[in-house]
Structure formats: C-alpha cells, structure tokens
C-alpha cells in the first residue's frame, strides 16, 4: 500500500521559516505540491529563504514578528488572500535565550510569554477561523520542545512557557474537531540547526569546554547517536499535515531519536 499524503494544491502557511526547522519544513510541503507561504521577521532573510525554496514549488514571503498582535493578523490575512484561503498551519518561531531561572529579568519573562505562549494560541485561532468554512477543515502543527516533557536546567523560559503548548494542542483538537480541523503538536529532541548550535556555544561556555566537546557529549545521550536532520523532523510535519494522519488529532509526537526518558 503506498502513502498518499494529499497535499497538492493544498494552501500552507509556516511560520518562523528563514532557516532551520521551519524553511526544512516549507521544502518538505513545496516537494509534496503545496502551495506555501513562509514567514520570519526579518526581511532579508526571509527574502533569501524565499529564492533558495522557490526551487522547489510555488512559495511566498510574509514579513511579521510572531510576538505582535498586528503582525499576526496582517500575516494570516494575506496568506489567505494570496493563497484563496488555507488549509494548513505550521507554527514554528524563534527560541528563547538560554539563561537559569535566577539570571532572567520580568521583561525576558514577558517576551518569552509573547514568543511562546500567546503565539500560538492566537496564531492557530487566526488560522482555525479560516480553516472551519472549509469542506475538507483544516490541520494545524504547532511546533514545541523537549522542554515541554524534560525542562533541561539552562533553558528555564523555554522550560516555562513551552508547556502551555501541551494544553493548547488538547485545547483545541477538542474544539475544532467537530470542525474537521485536526491539531497536533511536534517535540523535536536536538535538530543540527542554528539555534541548537548556540545551545552548544552555551553549554561550552558554562561548562569551560569547547562546543564540538558539549556536542559530542549530547550525542552520546541520544540512543541513536546523533543530532537529528532538519529534513527527518519535516516529513513528521509533512505527515501530520497531510490526509496520512487522518486519524490523529490533539496528539504531540516526539522526534528526537530516543532522548527523552519520562514514560508519561
Ligand atoms: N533545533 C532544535 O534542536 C530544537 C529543539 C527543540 C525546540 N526547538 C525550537 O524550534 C524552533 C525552531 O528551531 P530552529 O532550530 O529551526 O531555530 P532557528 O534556526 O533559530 O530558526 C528560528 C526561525 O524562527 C524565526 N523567528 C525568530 N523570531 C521570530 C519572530 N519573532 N517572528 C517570526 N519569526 C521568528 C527565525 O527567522 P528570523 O530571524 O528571520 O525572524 C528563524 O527562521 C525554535 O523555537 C526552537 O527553540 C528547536
């Protein structure tokens, strides 16, 4: 039996997709015949993400800042009008700075709060909107972090504000379902990207080692040996995108090549 996926022509927005997880997860949805509209806050690097995945389908840029009402609204609106509408949601964004609870002032709470729990609740309702007059509904992936399961003691915002996600996905598959549109959440473990990169210049500094040590030390936590490939945790997006995953709805799904240890 082969997989049909089902995403032709089906209109998508992906947030926070300049690099990383997000531009990863774009080109995963482009190569399946999705029509895409990526967004990050910063125009020139959203306008080079553009060009490099306009290589592989129909892709447009939205420059908006996740952690604004407005910009949020101006986002949602006009990938809905560029694209007739939408059908898909992928909430990625950017990640906290590290930093131990004790090191962190109201106003790093208060942005973290904005970046990582108002986001996607307001987000996924901008998009659920639209979704719900559709026949087919909608799906909604909302991208969160080991830190939801297993705080990690240097990443206390993410460890804080990342759990809210657990009860938004519950939240909303409850409601929406009756709707036909499906919400489910993705935990990535370590992906080889930027931001894991700084965790490592992080830990290196902390620890007075050097960041290919800190890195290799991780490695050797995971069971599989190794960092994940931003292009293994897209097809999982790709997957809870798409008619494949029919079934599924307020579920979150690790991927994160065995690390987390918690059995709950
Ligand atoms: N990599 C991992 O192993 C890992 C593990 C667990 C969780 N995560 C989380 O997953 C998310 C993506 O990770 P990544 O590794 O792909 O990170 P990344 O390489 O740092 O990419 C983050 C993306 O978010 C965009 N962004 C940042 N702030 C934004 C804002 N205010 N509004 C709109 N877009 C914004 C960035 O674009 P601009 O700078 O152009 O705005 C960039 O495209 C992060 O939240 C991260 O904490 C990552």
């Given at each position: 039996m082969s997989i049909e996926l089902?995403?032709?022509?089906q209109r998508v927005v992906v947030t926070g997709?300049?690099?990383g997880i997000g531009f990863a997860a774009a080109r995963a949805l482009l190569e399946e015949g999705a029509r895409v509209v990526i967004n990050s806050s910063q125009p020139e690097r959203l306008a080079r993400a553009v060009q490099a995945l306009s290589a592989f389908g129909p892709v447009h840029g939205i420059v908006a800042d996740l952690r604004h009402r407005a910009d949020m609204e101006r986002l949602i609106g006009g990938s809905a009008e560029h694209l007739g509408g939408l059908d898909v949601l992928v909430y990625v964004t950017g990640g906290p700075a590290p930093g131990r609870?004790?090191?962190?002032d109201y106003a790093d709470w208060q942005r973290a709060a904005e970046l990582l729990a108002v986001s996607p609740a307001y987000l996924s309702r901008l998009a659920a909107e639209r979704m719900v007059?559709?026949?087919r509904g909608g799906r909604i992936v909302l991208l969160g972090s080991l830190t939801m399961r297993e705080p990690i003691p240097t990443l206390a915002l993410s460890n804080v504000m990342r759990i809210s996600l657990l009860g938004l996905v519950r939240t909303l598959a409850r409601e929406l379902g009756p709707q036909q549109v499906r919400v489910n959440g993705v935990l990535p473990g370590y992906i080889d990207t930027e931001r894991v990169r700084e965790i490592f210049d992080d830990t290196a500094r902390r620890e007075s080692t050097s960041p290919v040590e800190a890195r290799a030390r991780l490695e050797r936590e995971i069971p599989l040996g190794r960092l994940g490939d931003p292009a293994e945790l897209a097809r999982v997006i790709a997957f809870l995108a798409?008619?494949?995953?029919?079934?599924?709805?307020g579920a979150v799904l690790p991927v994160d090549g065995g690390i987390l240890r918690s059995v709950g």
């Amino acid at each position: 039996m082969s997989i049909e996926l089902g995403l032709s022509g089906q209109r998508v927005v992906v947030t926070g997709a300049s690099q990383g997880i997000g531009f990863a997860a774009a080109r995963a949805l482009l190569e399946e015949g999705a029509r895409v509209v990526i967004n990050s806050s910063q125009p020139e690097r959203l306008a080079r993400a553009v060009q490099a995945l306009s290589a592989f389908g129909p892709v447009h840029g939205i420059v908006a800042d996740l952690r604004h009402r407005a910009d949020m609204e101006r986002l949602i609106g006009g990938s809905a009008e560029h694209l007739g509408g939408l059908d898909v949601l992928v909430y990625v964004t950017g990640g906290p700075a590290p930093g131990r609870a004790m090191e962190l002032d109201y106003a790093d709470w208060q942005r973290a709060a904005e970046l990582l729990a108002v986001s996607p609740a307001y987000l996924s309702r901008l998009a659920a909107e639209r979704m719900v007059t559709n026949p087919r509904g909608g799906r909604i992936v909302l991208l969160g972090s080991l830190t939801m399961r297993e705080p990690i003691p240097t990443l206390a915002l993410s460890n804080v504000m990342r759990i809210s996600l657990l009860g938004l996905v519950r939240t909303l598959a409850r409601e929406l379902g009756p709707q036909q549109v499906r919400v489910n959440g993705v935990l990535p473990g370590y992906i080889d990207t930027e931001r894991v990169r700084e965790i490592f210049d992080d830990t290196a500094r902390r620890e007075s080692t050097s960041p290919v040590e800190a890195r290799a030390r991780l490695e050797r936590e995971i069971p599989l040996g190794r960092l994940g490939d931003p292009a293994e945790l897209a097809r999982v997006i790709a997957f809870l995108a798409s008619d494949a995953s029919s079934y599924v709805t307020g579920a979150v799904l690790p991927v994160d090549g065995g690390i987390l240890r918690s059995v709950g």
